[in-house]
């Protein structure tokens, strides 16, 4: 699989965290405990250098990349997407929440892991969250670059990233209600269409999940998770008239190149 990288070279730190959160005298040391290690991988182009059907041609690579991976456990002289970066992935045959402190990148983690719950490690990962992270990390980029350079100014998602999660939880929705605003000058209509209909979703589902716990609320029912499966999930993405355009370009600008 081309988009998993290869790992050149490792090692593995013999000494686990929980040994040093407790010299240290860290609470709970073995709470969210790591091994550490060093990973040496040949080094690869940064996404955000490549723009408009490139750029989305690497994001989707990415995702379904990823899809396999939880799942399961190119043309040379083209962009691929490689998906990076597992040191704090789960497994998808885990039962439950883990029980560890959530880590992760604010501005790109799923709304219901921003929770105080979530970010105590009480929500089970699933999916749909990795699948809003790929949601995030597309809207971030678009609205912080242009033709692969970070705009020196009139980035509105920046102070994501140095706000703790639950200040980010609670601007999120205030963003999905209003992302039209934010529409970036000279970026392409079919980009920001894409954009746009995926955000949407992300709002949809996100409404769909507060419904649905306020009628357990009043019911006292013993909460029920409607869940959809994974697939069903991504083809609601992937069916979006902006998604099929892209990938039709793509499809045909390979052929092209292959004639």
């Not at 999660?165 to 209003?178: G, H, I, N, Y």
């Not at 306020?214 to 069903?232: A, G, M, Y």
Request: net charge negative; aromatic share 10%; hydrophobic share 40%.
């Amino acid at each position: 699989m081309h988009d998993v990288p290869d790992l050149l070279w490792y090692h593995k730190f013999e000494e686990p965290t929980p040994e040093i959160r407790q010299q240290l005298g860290v609470p709970e040391p073995k709470k969210g405990s790591r091994m550490l290690y060093i990973l040496v991988f040949r080094k690869l182009l940064p996404i955000t250098e490549l723009t408009d059907a490139e750029f989305f041609k690497a994001w989707k690579e990415c995702i379904e990349c990823h899809f396999v991976l939880w799942q399961e456990g190119n043309e040379k002289g083209t962009a691929i997407g490689v998906l990076n970066d597992y040191d704090l992935s789960s497994l998808k045959s885990a039962l439950g929440p883990q029980g560890n402190e959530r880590i992760g990148t604010v501005p790109f983690m799923a709304l219901e892991l921003l929770t105080k719950q979530g970010q105590r490690g009480e929500v089970k990962h699933l999916y749909r969250h990795d699948l809003e992270s790929f949601i995030w990390a597309l809207t971030w980029v678009c609205l912080g670059y242009n033709d692969g350079r970070l705009l020196t100014s009139d980035r509105p998602l920046d102070n994501w990233a140095t706000e703790d999660a639950q200040t980010v939880r609670e601007k999120k929705p205030a963003f999905l209600s209003d992302f039209l605003q934010f529409k970036p000058p000279g970026i392409d209509s079919l980009m920001w269409s894409l954009i746009a209909r995926c955000l949407q979703v992300l709002k949809d589902e996100d409404h769909r999940r507060e419904k649905l716990q306020f009628e357990q609320s009043l019911t006292l029912r013993e909460e029920v998770t409607v869940k959809l499966d994974d697939k069903v999930l991504l083809d609601i993405f992937t069916s979006i008239a902006p998604w099929v355009q892209l990938s039709l370009h793509i499809g045909v600008t390979e052929v092209l190149r292959v004639v």
